[in-house]
């Protein structure tokens, strides 16, 4: 498993917790614990953002509310992304981008300590973990299961 399958492992863990058998019971609990104190490792890893990166943010967001479109009341109009974010509506997109490259410029340390950052922790969360869970047997789960909650558990599986 890798590192970053652990967060993944632990919600599973909390939506089959209600299943009523010792042996599976048990091997939830060690295996939360288990997960619990390798999530408090990676959150530990998180790096804090740099000192002036709110500053940068600052910057940004009024570079953004400068040259977007606004509704009648001087409102920024935003805009609905097709991942379900929303950004603003920016009307001269080539004269946003030569003013953000001069941003971007300003806070060109900052933003590089912030992508190696993120660069380092995405390395560390694809790396191999050496976490080792408790295994149950199949024969150790009750009769009554579905395919969609052995399908949640298969990382406990012997």
């Known amino acids: ?34 997960l619990d104190k390798e999530i408090e490792t990676i959150n530990k890893l998180k790096r804090e953002p740099h000192p002036d990166y709110i500053n940068f943010e600052n910057e940004r967001t009024l570079l953004c509310r400068t040259h977007c479109e606004k509704d009648e009341n001087g409102n920024p109009q935003l805009q609905y992304n097709p991942d379900g974010t929303q950004s603003f509506k920016i009307i001269d997109m080539a004269k946003f981008n030569d003013e953000y490259q001069i941003l971007a410029k300003k806070y060109e340390d900052v933003l590089k300590d912030m992508q190696d950052a993120k660069k380092d922790f995405d390395e560390f969360m694809e790396k191999e973990s050496d976490v080792e869970l408790k295994k149950v047997r199949l024969e150790d789960l009750p009769d009554d299961i579905s395919a969609n909650f052995l399908e949640k558990i298969k990382f406990m599986l012997e």
């Open 1 to 34: 498993m890798k590192n970053k399958d652990i967060l993944t492992f632990r919600e599973a863990l909390n939506e089959v917790d209600y299943i009523r058998n010792k042996t599976f019971a048990y091997a939830v609990f060690r295996n939360k614990d288990i």
